[in-house]
Antibody, heavy 116, light 111 residues
Framework: QVQLLESGPGLVKPSETLSLTCSVS????????WSWIRQPPGKGLEWIAYISGVGSTNYSPSLMNRVTITGDMSKNQFSLKLNSVTAADTAVYYC??????????WGQGTLVTVSS | QSVLTQPPSVSGAPGQRVTISCTGS?????????VHWYQQLPGTAPTLLIF???NRPSGVPDRFSGSKSGTSASLAITGLQAEDEADYYC????????????FGTGTKVTV
């Protein structure tokens, strides 16, 4: 049974960079891919990016100019950087493990607030 | 940005059957990409409920079922229970631009 745990600052200032890490315990085989998803308070889910087990990446068209996803699954972790944040980036950020196109296991989520 | 449309809310009495629709387009569901469904209980992370249109992960009751046709998909909950009160999201893949995952707008089920 895989477990995913998000970590990072809970408060980020406007215009700065949001940085989060997802630590994976359990099966991190290269056949999986690893995603970040966010959910603004009271709103729906938004997929941000994924990195495959062999290191290829894919980004949401609406965020791709500000987002970078990296991964080192030999260390069982992958990361997200979102730059030039605004209040609209305030959300619960989830990491998840994917098989094909479904997200089968999710972390508990971490709330990131953008505020000065 | 959500490109899959769901009704904001559905409700039903215990024991009843409810369905949630998920409407996409020719670049996602209509292109043949599978639809997956997630359940999000209040204050918790989403969990995979249905994958590849109509398959249940281990541990998901058979009261939950999915279907797909054309550019739409549906989630049905039969024998509705109080514990089913949650938000439900559909998800697929969109082949436009560089290709990306898309979620539905979400549906609140009230029992």
């Amino acid at each position: 049974q895989v477990q995913l745990l998000e970590s990072g600052p809970g408060l980020v200032k406007p215009s700065e960079t949001l940085s989060l890490t997802c630590s994976v315990s359990g099966d991190s085989d290269s056949n999986y891919h690893w995603s970040w998803i966010r959910q603004p308070p009271g709103k729906g889910l938004e997929w941000i990016a994924y990195i495959s087990g062999v290191g290829s990446t894919n980004y949401s068209p609406s965020l791709m100019n500000r987002v970078t996803i990296t991964g080192d699954m030999s260390k069982n972790q992958f990361s997200l950087k979102l730059n030039s944040v605004t209040a609209a980036d305030t959300a619960v950020y989830y990491c998840a493990r994917g098989v094909m196109y479904e997200l089968e296991s999710w972390g508990q989520g971490t709330l990131v607030t953008v505020s000065s | 940005q959500s490109v899959l449309t769901q009704p904001p809310s559905v409700s039903g009495a215990p024991g009843q059957r409810v369905t949630i629709s998920c409407t996409g387009s020719s670049s996602n569901i209509g292109a043949g990409y599978d639809v997956h469904w997630y359940q999000q209980l209040p204050g918790t992370a989403p969990t995979l409920l249905i994958f590849n249109n109509n398959n249940r992960p281990s541990g998901v009751p058979d009261r939950f079922s999915g279907s797909k046709s054309g550019t739409s998909a549906s989630l049905a909950i039969t024998g509705l229970q109080a514990e089913d009160e949650a938000d439900y999201y559909c998800q697929s893949y969109d082949s436009s631009l560089t290709g990306f995952y898309v979620f539905g707008t979400g549906t609140k089920v009230t029992v």
